[in-house]
């Protein structure tokens, strides 16, 4: 079992950039790709960013390519999602996820095992 515990959400500006980060403790993290999803008010969880195991391979939704970029560091046990430049639409709760298949990153979310809490991004313009 693992377990994903999130920070680094709040209320910024347009314009500005975030760091949220995602920290797994309980089974070996390393072997596990990680994603990061969000889900703005009245709207579907949609995919944003996924990492392999290795940190080598990555992905990007269309809408969030060149903005926003997904790491993460193993010895920490620990993931992260940049966000550059925040604008009001990217205003959503922000989750991090673990599993062990690569994609599947549409609803049910086949590819995902594990969920964090949840952390909220909310930007004014």
């Known amino acids: 079992q693992v377990q994903l515990a999130q920070s680094g959400g709040g209320l910024v500006q347009a314009g500005d950039s975030l760091k949220l980060s995602c920290d797994a403790s309980?089974?070996?993290?390393?072997?596990?790709?990680v994603a990061w999803f969000r889900q703005a008010p009245g709207k579907e969880r949609e995919f944003v960013a996924a990492?392999?195991?290795?940190?080598?391979?990555?992905s990007y939704a269309d809408s969030v390519k060149g903005g926003f970029t997904i790491s993460r560091d193993n010895a920490k046990n620990s993931a992260y999602l940049q966000i550059h430049s925040l604008k009001p639409e990217d205003t959503a709760a922000y989750y991090c996820?673990?599993?062990?298949?690569?994609?599947?990153?549409?609803?049910?979310?086949?590819?995902?095992?594990?969920w964090g809490q949840g952390t909220q991004v909310t930007v004014s313009s």
């Open positions: 309980g089974r070996t993290f390393g072997g596990l790709n």
């Open positions: 990492i392999d195991w290795s940190g080598v391979i990555t």
């Open positions: 996820a673990a599993g062990t298949s690569w994609g599947h990153w549409e609803y049910p979310f086949l590819g995902i095992k594990y």
